[in-house]
């Protein structure tokens, strides 16, 4: 059985209820343990890097240190994208950067080996027993929904960092979608930034970001956007009231992978709470749930 | 044994009666219970003075280099060591196989440390086999003396060999008898090109000892003829073990003599050989 | 033994004419700077270089040898640098097991355009060579030398 | 003196400021070009010329998003983030901190110090109040509240004592005063 | 005792300046077998060359070291210099205290130091050297010219004109190469099929020329003036010698595939000519898309042909011919940039063409009989983005040189699209405009103000909105970003090397630079020579060219060929390994190792004691041996060694360093 130290992050705690749940009820159907980190803590983004080096490292650096201290066999998992580009990073550094593995250790006044990997749920899900497991946990295909996989610039970039081999047009997602019934659609803004970090300190700026991805998505035919970021799904579907007013579109329902998932392997909507999005999208996948396989 | 000296005694009279051989190489006896030297049979009686047992020790085949251009074949006795130094002539051009009559003799192993890495008792190349071949022991390890050496310091394998071509009196037995040092003429005797000082130093012998290793090296027998012959009891096959060991390490299993046509490690390439050097 | 020596090494580098010789002298058109302590011996081709040379080298007094050549591929008579890499990996091995300290032997592939390869080699080679002192293993301390101190 | 300063900064960043030629591919990319005052180019070519001041009073290193479009981009490999990172400290450092990124920062650290996490109606609550903008995203509370989507606190923290020696020595390098 | 006179050169300072040379000649007296040591300003100019022969004369030298610059520099010109001495011109030995010693070193003291451990060492080496004397061989008066473009065509023409046979090989099945592809060519605007078809006639009918189309070169042994170089004819199915082109059989053929020729916008048979033109101008069968070949039924083609030229049984076929000197001319492709630009879309848009696709688009023969519109939709585009440096300049995705015909074709694209379609947007993103050449800026002037837009800045990001193309990039002479929306884009791409270049580079031995193209023998000097003699160079194999410098490249490969191939015989090296017969024993090992078979086993009579026999020996072909002494290493007596290089002498120098 796969076991992960599991780093939730401060959003799974809160706004991303529905995410937390379904990623619960995935990772439970596909027997991978999650052993939630004891005592972790924020891991900065983003105004921690913004502040100074050492908190920017330091923070994400002593939920891993402590991962690794209770479990030292165990790769760490985060369904977050800032957060892993964090924790990432901060592993990232602490392997190849012996100033910044120095700052690392001397703040957070522990060791700091980096022995262990971080992951996302991108990477976890593209495992081919995974992948596997997924399809075969598949119990209802939602057939024919159109939707546009939307990784976020931190699952993929920066490449030295994540080791994501196509950063323009990734494709694990869309893959693991595939495996649902459900159509990835293409679109060419599977990677573009959606802003989340400056929508409290340049809220006007930024307001466009998550614009134009909605709008390409929707151009290219998408019924809904999936993610694998609880502050990009948050900041997707909270502004669309400026969308529609501004484009003239219609509202888009965003939800998680996991959610996708765990829809598609039986989940009612309310066990996985789908009515706290902002968007409904009961509508959508009820559609797909119906579509016979054409 | 007395049933297969009768075997040996009787097909080297065979041989010599009918003329077609000039002269056949086996053991005879010498003043030592214990010590056999090589036997010159030019008459079928001869044949009598032939002996086959536990000191039977000797590699016969270096010989042959003495008489390269023989009126009639010559006839050699050959174990599987033979035949692999009979082997390692021929793929050097030194001897043909039209000018030799060989004679198989599978081994039954000496009472010798050599003979216990002895991959093949039986001969690998002969005109005849006197009798049945038996398959070969599990040989004990093929590098005991590199492991051994390996296993030391880098300043205790310096300090090791020095000890031991300090003890070398460049007498070059250890050439002479080799069946892969065979040379028209051996670089240690040519002042011309001047690669080996002829000095008796520690700085000469050891250049001695890892030039003739490098010389050998790939095209080694393994039949341990030149520590036979050493009047100093050096353990030389440290030497030559070590390269056979890389080759092997770095291209999979090689070994030398076997046959007449395989290419020496250092006379072909691949394209894909390990690269260590940036 | 007491022979006077200086912290001073003496580096031979055997180069092939056509990859390595000339990356050094484009290290010099480029006015790159590399220790005096290494000397090169132009050979055609690195596969010229018998093992010989490096053992002469080591006996007479050099505290370091290098072999270069063109890079596996690139010899300019297609196949000699693939018996070099044959031939020098066996060398460089036995001499390791000989005690002569792998830092003193280098056998590196240099390209003709590879002036700053060539530069850090020499650099490299000379740092590793200094650190390990004069070379006393295989050497033949001439009468003269030794004199000089009795 | 200011090109020293910028060197060393550079160096730093583990960019060469010179490895740039100005083709513009990181701006033309870059989501949050439109807003910048400096756009991502710019500041590589101020660092070109010498000219710190202009980056370090410039917008553009509080309005990157860190989403490394640019550097994924350049022919070159130039990290333009990390040229920004450092940028930002050295800016922090004078006192040069955008207004409403310094608020929010300040209320995002105390956040961290008094819970280990980040409580994000807190921080989107303590912050509107301090920059006097009460109803930014606030059309979304009721919804966050009916859904049960903001808890009044998060989890107990376990172990803010070492949060807080974190938070106090990483002050140590640069950055945080 | 040698005489050898030590010359030290001063380079004007560039020795001097770190080396103090004074000392360096004094300490060279002191050394044995020196009779003279001498140094000079320049010893390269003509006074250093005649002070050097006077004391030659006087002295009476037998041997010659000078301390100057690299060897590679100036060698030849001092042994050069010694034919007419009494010093044999390989009694000669340079020590390079330039390149190898001032140069690189800074500290005045240790860099004399230096040069003189070096110079002792060249005189340790040249107390050996003795005299040589250089041999000749035959050479084969008929070159290969491997690629059919245009550099191939005109190298071969040239040589052809010259009076000696040629072979043109190409591995398509018809010569032409991309220049037959273009449409019109910059800066004049002349039609390339205009001034690119008549050359390929010329090349098919010249009585001294032989084409070898569909041809590839599988082996080569020898060297300059003696390559025997094996060639496959690949299987064409059709028998040319019958054939009259009729072309009934294309039009019969019921297979459609994506046309090479147009880069896939158009479809063709299975039986084809690559294009109308095409010399030969016979067609040859696809055996990938035959369904004769593929599927074993069909045979239309058989059925319809008047002359029964079909042959299904074809097979390739490999034959050997000698020729004295090879031409590369081998071309480049361009960069797939589908692989690498993910942000342009990865090539998911068809609307977005390479520049050699915008070629076949704009041509008046090409899928569109000229007319410039989307693959997509056959609309005319109202808004055309022109992006260049597309793999170019791009060290981290593409290539960091520059492609260096793409600025002029991007701005003849530009002009194509404002000449058909008056009042099309036409935008070109640049990074640098570079025009060098005649004509060119005057070109790219014009088409500036024919109404292109040029955009200073490389695109970022390419994407479909709707039947848009959008363009985000950055204006950075505005500073402020830009969005074209397009309705077409071309990427003018990198030039990279063809296809199979590094098989061929290895099969002559030819060395290649960093990004693959072949390497000439010097930059500036030797620009259409590689290292290995008799091996020349035409066109964009030696690096990215337009077709002027392409032209002229060739032209100057042919007249190095028609030199060489005018000589009936060449002067070969005499720096070649030489047997000591009594020392060798046969065995083989250098045998193995040569990799010009140079060296064979020859039986030679010898005596043991009174009987005479026969015993194999080394023996090395003069003609063959190149003087790179693998034999030498390989040879554990010594009985193999080479002449120049001799283990003696590089032992010598061993141990002159070690002093």
Not at chain 1, 19 to 26: K, P
């Amino acid at each position: 059985m796969r076991k992960y130290s599991y780093f939730p992050g401060c959003s799974m705690e809160s706004t991303a209820k529905p995410y937390r749940l379904a990623t619960e009820y995935v990772m439970g159907k596909l027997g991978i343990g999650l052993v939630e980190i004891e005592d972790w803590n924020c891991c900065g983004a983003t105004s921690g890097h913004t502040l100074s080096e050492a908190l920017g490292l330091a923070l994400p650096a002593r939920s891993l240190a402590l991962a690794e201290k209770r479990n030292p066999e165990l790769d760490i998992l985060t369904g977050c994208a800032s957060c892993y580009a964090r924790l990432r990073l901060a592993m990232y550094k602490a392997r190849t950067d012996e100033r910044a593995k120095y700052i690392i250790e001397k703040t957070i006044d522990m060791p700091y080996a980096a022995a262990r990997e971080v992951y996302n749920f991108l990477d976890v899900f593209s495992l081919p027993d995974v992948r596997e497991g997924i399809a075969e946990r598949v119990v209802r295909k939602l057939t024919g929904l159109k939707a546009a996989c939307y990784y976020g610039c931190l699952n993929v970039r920066p490449a030295e960092v994540t080791g994501a081999p196509d950063r323009e047009n990734p494709t694990s997602m869309d893959e693991i979608v595939a495996l649902t019934g459900a159509e990835p659609v293409d679109w060419a803004f599977k990677a573009e930034c959606c802003g989340a970090a400056h929508q409290n300190d340049a809220a006007s700026a930024s307001r466009a970001l998550p614009h134009r991805i909605l709008r390409d998505a929707q151009s290219n035919g998408a019924e809904a956007i999936v993610t694998a970021c609880p502050m990009c799904n948050l900041n997707l579907e909270m502004r669309q009231d400026g969308y529609v007013n501004r484009t003239g579109m219609d509202r888009i329902p965003v939800f998680s992978l996991s959610e996708l998932l765990a829809v598609a392997m039986g989940a009612s909507a309310k066990r996985i709470a789908l009515e706290a999005h902002y968007v409904p999208s009961a509508a959508v996948l009820a559609r797909a749930l119906r579509r016979k396989d054409a | 044994m007395n049933d297969n000296l009768a075997k040996m005694r009787e097909a080297a009279k065979r041989a010599l009666e009918s003329g077609d051989v000039g002269y056949v190489i086996g053991w005879g006896a010498t003043k030592f219970p214990d010590k056999t030297s090589p036997l010159f049979m030019r008459k079928p009686e001869d044949a009598e003075r032939l002996v086959w047992n536990e000191y039977a020790i000797p590699g016969i085949a270096k010989y042959l280099l003495d008489d390269l251009y023989p009126d009639k074949p010559i006839g050699v006795f050959v174990r599987g060591c033979d035949s692999r130094a009979i082997n390692r002539m021929m793929k050097d051009n030194r001897i043909k196989r039209e000018n030799l009559r060989l004679l198989g003799i599978p081994c039954d192993g000496k009472d010798d440390e050599r003979c216990t890495i002895c991959r093949n008792r039986n001969p690998l190349v002969y005109d005849e086999l006197l009798w049945d071949e038996a398959p070969t022991p599990e040989p004990k390890d093929r590098y005991f003396r590199a492991n051994a050496v390996e296993a030391m310091s880098a300043d205790g394998r310096y300090a090791y060999w020095s000890e031991v071509f300090d003890q070398c009196i460049r007498c070059y037995a250890c050439r002479n008898i080799c069946p892969a040092c065979n040379c028209k003429e051996c670089y240690v005797d040519m002042t011309a090109t001047g690669f080996q000082g002829k000095q008796h130093s520690r700085s000469d012998n050891l250049i001695f000892g890892v030039t003739r290793a490098f010389h050998v090296g790939d095209r080694c027998i393994e039949c341990g003829e030149c520590e036979r012959v050493c009047p100093m009891g050096l353990p030389i096959m440290g030497q030559t073990q070590k390269i056979l060991k890389d080759i092997n390490e770095l291209v999979g299993d090689y070994e030398s003599g076997v046959d007449a046509e395989s290419e020496n490690y250092l006379g072909v390439f691949d394209l894909d050989d390990k690269d260590e050097f940036m | 033994m007491s022979v006077k020596e200086t912290n001073d090494p003496k580096i031979i580098a055997f180069c092939c004419n056509w990859c390595t010789y000339t990356g050094a002298d484009l290290a010099g058109l480029n006015r790159s700077h590399y220790p005096e302590n290494v000397h090169i011996v132009r050979v055609p081709c690195s596969g010229r270089v018998n093992p010989q040379f490096i053992l002469r080298a080591f006996r007479n007094g050099c505290d370091g040898v290098m072999v270069c050549g063109c890079h596996p591929g690139d010899c300019h008579y297609s196949t000699g640098n693939y018996f070099t890499r044959r031939r020098f990996t066996l060398m460089k091995r036995l001499l390791e097991y000989n005690g002569i300290d792998p830092g003193r032997f280098h056998a590196r592939w240099i390209s003709g355009s590879e002036a700053g390869k060539f530069r850090d080699t020499a650099e490299e080679v000379t740092a590793m060579v200094r650190k390990l002192g004069p070379n006393t293993r295989y050497r033949e301390y001439a009468r003269r030398e030794m004199s000089a101190d009795e | 003196m200011e090109n020293e300063r910028l060197n060393q900064l550079m160096e730093r960043a583990g960019v060469r400021q010179y490895d740039c030629y100005q083709c513009g591919k990181c701006s033309g990319g870059c989501p949050m070009a439109h807003v910048m005052d400096l756009k991502p180019r710019g500041v590589m070519r101020c660092a070109q010329i010498g000219s710190l001041r202009r980056i370090l009073e410039s917008n553009t290193i509080w309005l990157c998003t860190g989403c490394h479009t640019c550097a994924e981009r350049c022919p070159h490999d130039v990290d333009i983030p990390a040229v920004i990172e450092e940028m930002r400290y050295e800016a922090a450092a004078e006192g040069l901190t955008r207004r409403d990124s310094k608020v929010l920062n300040e209320v995002f650290l105390a956040n961290i110090r008094m819970f280990g996490k980040n409580h994000e109606m807190l921080l989107a609550g303590l912050y509107n109040m301090l920059t006097l903008k009460p109803l930014q995203d606030m059309a979304s509370l009721p919804h966050m509240y009916k859904n049960k989507l903001l808890k009044l606190l998060p989890k107990e923290p376990k172990n803010l004592t070492e949060i807080e020696a974190l938070v106090k020595r990483a002050e140590k390098w640069r950055g945080l005063k | 005792m040698s005489k050898i006179g030590v010359f030290v050169c001063h380079c004007g300072t560039n020795i001097a300046n770190t080396v103090d040379v004074e000392r360096a000649v004094a300490s060279a007296r002191e050394l044995p077998g020196v009779a003279f040591a001498s140094e000079y300003k320049y010893m390269c100019s003509e006074p250093g060359q005649q002070m050097i022969k006077d004391a030659i004369e006087e002295y009476g030298l037998d041997r010659v070291v000078i301390a100057s610059c690299s060897p590679r520099m100036h060698e030849t010109t001092f042994r050069k210099m010694l034919k007419d001495t009494k010093v044999n011109p390989y009694m000669l030995e340079i020590a390079n205290i330039r390149e190898q010693c001032s140069w690189v070193h800074t500290d005045k003291a240790k860099a004399t130091e230096k040069a003189i451990r070096l110079i002792r060492m060249s005189v340790a080496k040249a107390a050996r050297d003795e005299p040589l004397f250089a041999s000749s061989i035959p050479i084969e008066k008929r070159a290969l010219v491997i690629g059919g473009g245009i550099a191939g065509i005109q190298a071969a023409l040239d040589i052809a004109d010259a009076g000696h046979e040629v072979a043109l090989l190409e591995r398509e099945p018809s010569i032409g190469g991309k220049m037959a592809m273009l449409d019109k060519t910059f800066p004049t605007l002349d039609c390339s099929a205009c001034i690119s078809t008549p050359k390929m006639v010329d090349a098919g009918a010249h009585p001294n020329i032989k084409l070898l189309t569909s041809c590839e070169v599988v082996k080569t042994e020898g060297y300059i003036g003696n390559f025997q170089v094996t060639i496959r004819r690949n299987a064409r199915y059709v028998n040319h010698d019958i054939c009259t082109g009729c072309g009934l059989c294309e039009t019969k053929c019921p297979v459609k595939t994506d046309s090479e020729f147009n880069h896939g916008l158009s479809k063709r048979p299975a039986i084809y000519k690559l294009f109308p033109q095409a010399v030969p101008s016979k067609p040859v069968i696809d055996k990938n898309s035959c369904l004769k070949l593929t599927k074993g039924k069909c045979g239309v083609c058989e059925k319809v042909c008047p002359l029964g030229c079909i042959d299904y049984a074809d097979e390739d076929r490999e034959f050997t011919e000698t020729f004295g000197a090879i031409v590369f001319a081998t071309g480049y492709e361009l960069i797939d940039w589908t692989a690498l630009y993910g942000e342009y879309g990865g090539g998911r848009y068809p609307d977005m063409l390479t520049g050699l696709q915008f070629e076949r688009l704009v041509n008046a023969s090409g899928p569109t009989e000229g007319h410039i519109v989307r693959p997509s939709d056959g609309k005319e585009p109202k808004t055309v983005a022109i992006v260049k440096c597309v793999g170019s300049r791009d060290p981290k995705k593409g290539k960091s040189y520059c492609s260096r015909a793409c600025c002029m074709y991007a701005a003849k694209h530009a002009h194509q699209i404002l000449d058909k379609l008056p009042g099309t947007r036409v935008f070109i993103f640049y990074i640098d405009v570079r025009t060098p050449g005649k004509g060119y800026e005057e070109f790219y002037d014009q088409t500036r103000k024919d109404g292109a837009i040029y955009v200073r800045g490389r695109i970022s990001k390419i994407y479909k909105d709707g039947d848009k193309l959008v363009c985000n990039g950055e204006d950075t002479l505005l500073g402020k970003q830009v969005k074209v929306m397009a309705d077409m884009v071309v990427l003018e791409t990198a030039m990279t090397p063809s296809s199979g270049i590094e098989e061929l580079a290895t099969m002559f031995g030819v060395a290649r630079d960093v990004n693959d193209w072949i390497q000439e023998a010097h930059p500036k000097l030797r620009p259409v020579e590689t290292q290995v003699g008799g091996v020349f160079l035409a066109g964009t194999c030696q690096g990215p060219r337009d077709i002027p410098d392409t032209v002229a490249h060739a032209s100057a490969a042919a007249a190095k060929v028609v030199s060489l191939l005018n000589k009936s015989e060449m002067e070969t090296s005499p720096m070649i390994s030489v047997v000591r017969r009594e020392h060798c024993c046969g065995c083989g090992a250098c045998e193995k190792i040569c990799p010009y078979t140079a060296i064979t086993l020859e039986e030679i009579d010898d005596r043991v004691g009174a009987k005479r026999v026969k015993r194999p020996i080394a023996s090395v072909n003069s003609g063959l041996c190149q003087g790179c002494g693998a034999c030498t290493a390989a040879c554990r007596t010594g009985a193999i060694d080479l002449l120049g290089f001799r283990n003696a002498q590089i032992l010598e120098e061993v141990d002159a360093l070690c002093l």
